[in-house]
């Protein structure tokens, strides 16, 4: 892979998590000619090419043809037919392969591609959309130095990203970053519902929960203080903020957030003994 700009075959490209992902790299100036997304939809292949302006592919085949890497962006449940139908013409050859999906283990895939193949899991998030990402990663003994460094440009273009040592790792990622957007959505949701119940304008309540929800992690990022701190901080004894948190002690939070991330690393085990065949 000498290109200096490799050339990057999204599978499913036009699906949330890839065109994340796409929607970033581009932002961060990757060529668009070197960008080529699949789908089955050609209506909505077509426009997320034009809104983008990379090169919309409706055959997986012919798209892979001259990929230097190739990123498997379908959901789990459809992954190994994939895989099975690009098997055949990946023969010889040894793209990059980049997998986005949670829950496959590498094992499964290189007994569907083949065992020749680099592959790599990663694990990211949507807010990659916004440049704002966390990507985990997880790489085969066939992935080079080379490979790591393409799959770092990419996922390094929409956000942060970390390497694990072990292949379990990837589940506590899921756990902490993939899905962890939607909690954070959640609490958001909860709360702008919650002030728009007791009479607040909602589009003042979502204005008012955003900004002190961006707020709080910028300064959280920025602070030496950590999160427990910095939480103390806003509680004035005997304050509004005190009963508040002592609520949420109350109603368990920190024992159902725990549980939540369990069950979302379970699930993605689960789903590796449901989809390793
Ligand atoms: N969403 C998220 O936050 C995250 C998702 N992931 C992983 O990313 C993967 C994709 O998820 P997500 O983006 O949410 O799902 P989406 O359904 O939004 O995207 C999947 C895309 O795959 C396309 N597709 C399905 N089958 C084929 C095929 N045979 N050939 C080409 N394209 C195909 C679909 O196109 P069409 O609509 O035309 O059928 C669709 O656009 C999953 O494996 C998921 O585990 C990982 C981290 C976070
Ligand atoms: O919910 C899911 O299964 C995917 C993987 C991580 C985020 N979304």
Redesign the pocket.
């Given at each position: 892979m000498t290109a200096k700009n490799p050339k990057i075959v999204f599978?499913?490209?036009?699906?949330?998590?890839?065109?994340?992902v796409i929607g970033g790299l581009l932002a961060a100036g990757y060529p668009t000619e070197k960008v080529v997304a699949?789908?089955?939809?050609?209506l909505?292949?077509e426009a997320f090419a034009k809104r983008h302006g990379v090169v919309a592919h409706?055959d997986?085949i012919a798209a892979i043809d001259e990929a230097d890497v190739i990123v498997?962006?379908?959901?789990?449940q459809?992954?190994r037919?994939?895989c099975m139908?690009l098997r055949p013409h990946l023969a010889g050859r040894n793209p990059l392969v980049i997998?986005?999906?949670?829950?496959?283990p590498l094992a499964a895939y290189q007994r569907w591609l083949g065992e020749h193949l680099p592959i790599v899991r990663a694990?990211?998030?949507?807010p990659a959309l916004v440049q704002a990402g966390v990507t985990g990663l997880y790489a085969d003994a066939a992935v080079t130095a080379e490979h790591r460094a393409i799959t770092e440009r990419i996922v390094n273009a929409v956000g942060i990203s970390l390497w694990v040592d072990q292949e379990e790792g990837i589940d506590q990622v899921?756990a902490v970053a993939?899905?962890a957007?939607?909690y954070f959505f959640q609490f958001m949701e909860a709360m702008i519902d919650a002030s728009s119940a007791s009479g607040f304008d909602r589009a003042d309540a979502e204005r008012l929960v955003l900004q002190t929800a961006l707020g709080a992690a910028k300064l959280a990022m920025v602070s030496e203080v950590d999160v427990a701190q910095l939480k103390r901080n806003v509680m004035s004894p005997g304050g509004t903020t005190e009963r508040a948190v002592q609520r949420f002690e109350q109603g368990g939070l920190p024992q159902l957030v725990a549980a939540a991330m369990r069950d979302c690393a379970e699930r993605a085990a689960e789903m590796a003994r449901e989809l390793d065949r």
């Open positions: 599978i499913g490209g036009a699906g949330n998590m890839a065109g994340a699949t789908g089955r939809d050609p909505k292949l409706d997986n498997l962006s379908v959901k789990p459809v992954m037919d994939l139908d997998t986005l999906a949670a829950g496959i694990m990211p998030n949507t899921i993939g899905s957007p939607a």
